[in-house]
């Protein structure tokens, strides 16, 4: 039987979904079942990316709020004490190139100019800022407070609430369509009726894309795909995952005529939990519809055009009453 732990921790943030800018209310709970002298606790805001490097996952876990609630201070075996801490989510969501990019009003003094009693002492001014909550094959980023107890004898475990950093609409990328692969191009391809600004998951993606074959090409069908792409800077190049989400059929076979443009109309659903583009520090995740000219026992033709998607702010709540908390304990 596993050994009962020496306190409780009951942790529970006001919503699960947040904008740059916005902040997060966490509610602590500590319930000691003996008495515990010293008790230090901590509550922080937390940004982890995890991305592949060579064989491995490389994952960094850093703090961007905290603060003390308890300051070695000694605890009464079941007298419960509760705790509100307001963390700050940063308004910056790509790297910066120096501390001033990071600097917000909202947030004191930090690393070696901070209260050396307080929590900020363990953030760096360049650590205040994250890109938003982006899930996928290649790359995440990923949100979460988290409230941990130390004590003399044994620790409790830290204690986790995975929260959302939401992504804000923005205009769709201007750059034209670009060919996957080597040797001569068989034909040029462009899209059109494409959203001028990012779309969110679970909408439906609707356009043309247009096909100039600079020969006769007999193709078995025109195919559009949505991929999620994840560019990883590994220190010695650039390492690139293409995840394919979905996929539909523009055209069944096609002759695709010299000189003759060929418009095919398309629909593609983007998929519920698709996260948004983002740009982290050592990786970056973009989306891409992709035209497939499907040619039979030859190499397909294949072009790639960016696209951007953003993270719906329908997800985002009122303040939850305290029976609606998320909570984890």
Not at 294 to 300: A, P
Request: net charge negative; proline share 10%; hydrophobic share 40%.
């Amino acid at each position: 039987m596993a050994e009962k732990p020496a306190i409780d921790i009951g942790l529970a943030t006001d919503r699960s979904a947040f904008l740059p800018g916005e902040a997060v209310t966490a509610f602590v709970r500590l319930l000691p079942h003996e008495d515990i002298e010293a008790v230090e606790c901590s509550v922080a805001l937390v940004h982890v990316d995890r991305y592949p490097v060579g064989g491995d996952s490389y994952t960094d876990d850093r703090a961007v709020a905290g603060e003390y609630v308890l300051g070695e201070e000694d605890l009464a075996a079941g007298t419960a004490r509760e705790f509100s801490v307001v963390l700050p989510v940063p308004r910056r969501i790509v790297p910066p190139q120096s501390p001033e990019d990071c600097a917000d009003e909202r947030f004191p003094l930090s690393g070696d100019e901070a209260d050396p009693e307080s929590y900020d002492l363990w953030i760096e001014p360049e650590e205040r800022w994250g890109p938003p909550t982006s899930v996928g094959p290649g790359g995440s980023s990923m949100w979460l407070v988290r409230c941990e107890v130390k004590c003399p004898g044994r620790f409790p475990d830290p204690v986790e609430v995975p929260v959302v950093v939401l992504a804000q609409e923005r205009p769709m990328p201007a750059e034209p369509p670009v060919r996957l692969g080597g040797g001569t191009p068989l034909c040029t391809v462009s899209f059109y009726g494409l959203p001028r600004t990012s779309v969110a998951p679970g909408a439906t993606l609707r356009g043309t894309v247009r096909v100039t074959a600079r020969n006769d090409i007999k193709a078995r069908g025109v195919r559009v795909e949505l991929v999620r792409l994840t560019t990883v800077d590994s220190g010695r190049g650039q390492a690139v995952v293409r995840h394919r989400v979905s996929q539909v059929a523009a055209s069944g076979p096609v002759e695709l005529r010299a000189r003759q443009p060929k418009d095919l109309a398309f629909t593609v659903e983007v998929p519920a939990d698709a996260g948004p583009s983002i740009e982290s520090e050592g990786y970056r995740v973009d989306w891409l519809l992709r035209a497939v000219i499907d040619r039979r026992l030859r190499r397909d033709e294949v072009w790639e055009q960016a696209i951007a998607v953003h993270a719906d702010g329908q997800f985002i709540g009122a303040p939850a009453s305290p029976d609606q908390r998320r909570t984890s304990s």
